[in-house]
């Protein structure tokens, strides 16, 4: 058995098949995946297949979608000058004034501020060395005013 760490017992099976629908979800994050969906991917009803992925995961399926929708975005900002609103539909959001709400909420920043601090902190290097790729605790340590 597989324990969270609320101490819940997980039955490897069911576990397994939390995993698959996670990984279902990652690879179908730029549409719309309704929760009926990714729960018949886990061979769970889509509230049981709900309530299990969020205890299992520390969030839910439409925050895991979410984190990913965004953590794709914060890449093609960095890798190049496609538009924000290009990149907003790329990434599976059809309005860019929610996808901007959202970047926000989640960055502190809005798309275009995020890709233009990203470019004044790392000059010409920031497509090949960008602010997303290093872990925020040495980016405070290193951005740090001293």
Known sequence: MVSTAGGRPWDPGTFARLCRARDYLAAHYARPVFLAEAAREASLSPFYFNRL???????????????????????LLLAGNRSVTDICFEVGYVSLGSFSTRFHSLTGLSPAAFRGEARRTFGGFGVRWPLY???????????AEH
Do not use: M, N, V
């Not at 790729?133 to 951005?143: A, E, M, R, T």
């Open 53 to 75: 992925f969020t205890q299992a995961f520390h969030e839910t399926p439409h925050e895991f979608i979410t984190r990913q929708r965004i953590d794709q975005a914060k890449k």
């Open 133 to 143: 790729y290093i872990p925020g605790c040495f980016q405070q340590f290193f951005l």
